[in-house]
């Protein structure tokens, strides 16, 4: 099986379902758009838009896993959609709130490791708390490294890294002339996650919404026409078809 880069990929297990060449990405991420459409095309509150999403997250984890995929992101929500009504942003901490109590246990039992990130210090207290709880009680898991991005921002994270960057420069315990790729890399917040290979958005939506604009420099890019409590394993596979088919090159050309 030729596999993504990576040593998170060199621990695949053969995929079940991937089509054709068996190129499986390690590291899948996730846009999980258009709930409010979805709802507003039944005539519904956006709350059950939200609650659909919920159930895609489940289908998807699963399908993750049941195809060798070691590595997914999901993008839950974005630091600019704090900026909704406020009546939308407590549905959406409030069904966090439920996902965590009532979700984490299950994952747990899957082999499912627990990340987030994002500025999880805008949750209410209760909230981080369990998200703390969530990812130290899944620590051991290997199964799939499953990371939840949270009122998470790219270049948020990035200004943040390069503001500690400047503040140990300014102490004296880095040396500016020293500072490469990885070592910027390892201030980010995805520090031991490996890059996305494959970054797809459901919604028919074709931007990235600030979402791990440093980590995604050489992802695949794929806009699904799904809406995202519509999206289930056949989306999911059909993408890691699609994956396969790419020539990833990294800007070098065969000599
Ligand atoms: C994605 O669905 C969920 C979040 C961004 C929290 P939206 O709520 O953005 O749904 P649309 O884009 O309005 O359809
Ligand atoms: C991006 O979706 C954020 C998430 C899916 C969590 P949005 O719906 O917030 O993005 P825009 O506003 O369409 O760019
Ligand atoms: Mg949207």
Known sequence: M?????AAARQAPEPAATGDAGRVPAHVAIIMDGNG???AARDLPRV???RAGAQAVRRTIEAAIRNGVTWLTLYAFSSENWRRPVSEVLDLTGLLRH??????????RQGVRLRFIGDLSRFDPDVQADLRAAARDTAANTRLNLTIALSYGARAEIVEAARRIAAAARSGTLDPAGLDEAAFGAMLTTDGI???DLVLRTSGEQR????LLWQAAY???LFLDVLWPDFAEQHFVAALEQFA???RRFGARPG
Request: hydrophobic share 45%; glycine share 6%.
């Open 2 to 6: 030729v596999v993504a880069r990576g």
């Open 37 to 39: 459409r979805w709802a």
């Open 245 to 247: 088919r790419r020539e």
């Open 219 to 221: 992802a695949e890019l």
């Open 194 to 196: 490996p890059d996305p």
């Open 208 to 211: 990235l919404s600030n979402f």
């Open 48 to 50: 059950a838009g939200h």
């Open 99 to 108: 996902y965590l109590r009532n979700e984490v246990a299950e994952l747990a």
